[in-house]
């Protein structure tokens, strides 16, 4: 086939079938897409909520703490990005299903949930750790982050599919020094996304996982404020520098774009090169 006839071929793929043609240009597109991220006032959360929220998501943000609520809102609104806020314990059943309600009523369904919300009550050896340590950030890091997808899953459903990201740690793979109780929650978060994949693939919802490395957050700031940790984790990296909320944002807002649509069950470890391996 010669230059000339190969060039009419293209042209004639173009005007018969625009759609596929179009593809690569929208499909990062979330337009129209309606997304809760829990924890999302601050951190990865918020740097999740500006990610979806700039690809054309209306996202719905959320804290324990109404101050930061309205700060964040005030923040993605100035960046033209269709918000929602509200206040939310996500350890507490009602204020699950307030956040979940409040969406539906503002926004009309639910596609995308990132579960972001984490505590870390703990810092020292595991076996100083206490009933009432395991008890709360189990609560909180894992049965909360099933409790929330269990209730948007119906949601979903009903709009054809959707997605679910959860963010769990470098941590859930190598735990750290002094956060033995937070490092298991976030191996059973790893758990978590491979075991709801299957089931929830029936109803088109892909479950994925983020596994960040330490990032530059308050939540982060008892590890990067001590220098000898910190120096000793740096030697594992590859790109030896602290990650940014932003870096883990993109992440997410790809896991939930049809980019990633052949994509679920799966854990992207974003660590600057470090090892990750169960």
């Given at each position: 086939?010669?230059?000339?006839?190969?060039?009419?071929?293209?042209?004639?793929?173009?005007?018969?079938?625009?759609?596929?043609?179009?593809?690569?240009?929208?499909?990062?597109?979330?337009?129209?897409?309606?997304?809760?991220?829990?924890?999302?006032?601050?951190?990865?959360?918020?740097?999740?909520?500006?990610?979806?929220?700039?690809?054309?998501?209306?996202?719905?943000?959320?804290?324990?703490?109404?101050?930061?609520?309205?700060?964040?809102?005030?923040?993605?609104?100035?960046?033209?990005?269709?918000?929602?806020?509200?206040?939310?314990?996500?350890?507490?059943?009602?204020?699950?299903?307030?956040?979940?309600?409040?969406?539906?009523?503002?926004?009309?369904?639910?596609?995308?949930?990132?579960?972001?919300?984490?505590?870390?009550?703990?810092?020292?050896?595991?076996?100083?750790?206490?009933?009432?340590?395991?008890?709360?950030?189990?609560?909180?890091?894992?049965?909360?982050?099933?409790?929330?997808?269990?209730?948007?899953?119906?949601?979903?459903?009903?709009?054809?599919?959707?997605?679910?990201?959860?963010?769990?740690?470098?941590?859930?793979?190598?735990?750290?020094?002094?956060?033995?109780?937070?490092?298991?929650?976030?191996?059973?978060?790893?758990?978590?996304?491979?075991?709801?994949?299957?089931?929830?693939?029936?109803?088109?919802?892909?479950?994925?996982?983020?596994?960040?490395?330490?990032?530059?957050?308050?939540?982060?700031?008892?590890?990067?404020?001590?220098?000898?940790?910190?120096d000793e984790f740096k030697k594992q990296l590859s790109i030896k520098r602290v990650g940014e909320p932003e870096e883990i944002?993109?992440?997410?807002?790809?896991?939930?774009?049809?980019?990633?649509?052949?994509?679920?069950?799966?854990?992207?470890?974003?660590?600057?090169?470090?090892?990750?391996?169960?």
């Amino acid at each position: 086939m010669n230059g000339r006839v190969m060039l009419k071929s293209v042209f004639r793929c173009l005007r018969t079938n625009p759609v596929s043609c179009q593809r690569n240009m929208s499909q990062s597109s979330l337009a129209g897409k309606v997304a809760i991220v829990t924890a999302s006032t601050d951190g990865i959360g918020l740097a999740a909520a500006q990610a979806l929220g700039k690809r054309g998501a209306h996202v719905v943000v959320s804290s324990r703490r109404q101050a930061n609520v309205d700060k964040a809102v005030a923040l993605l609104q100035s960046q033209s990005i269709t918000v929602t806020g509200t206040t939310c314990n996500v350890g507490k059943e009602e204020d699950r299903e307030k956040l979940v309600q409040l969406t539906l009523d503002q926004c009309g369904g639910i596609d995308i949930l990132v579960s972001n919300a984490a505590v870390n009550p703990f810092f020292g050896n595991i076996m100083d750790s206490t009933e009432d340590v395991w008890d709360k950030i189990l609560s909180v890091n894992v049965t909360s982050a099933f409790l929330m997808t269990k209730l948007v899953v119906p949601h979903m459903t009903k709009r054809g599919g959707g997605n679910v990201v959860f963010v769990s740690s470098v941590a859930g793979y190598q735990p750290m020094q002094a956060l033995g109780p937070y490092s298991v929650s976030k191996t059973a978060l790893l758990g978590l996304t491979r075991a709801l994949a299957p089931e929830l693939a029936q109803s088109n919802i892909r479950v994925n996982c983020v596994a960040p490395g330490v990032i530059k957050t308050k939540f982060s700031s008892a590890l990067t404020g001590n220098e000898d940790i910190m120096d000793e984790f740096k030697k594992q990296l590859s790109i030896k520098r602290v990650g940014e909320p932003e870096e883990i944002g993109g992440v997410i807002a790809f896991l939930c774009s049809e980019d990633a649509s052949y994509i679920t069950g799966e854990t992207i470890t974003v660590t600057g090169g470090i090892g990750c391996r169960l």
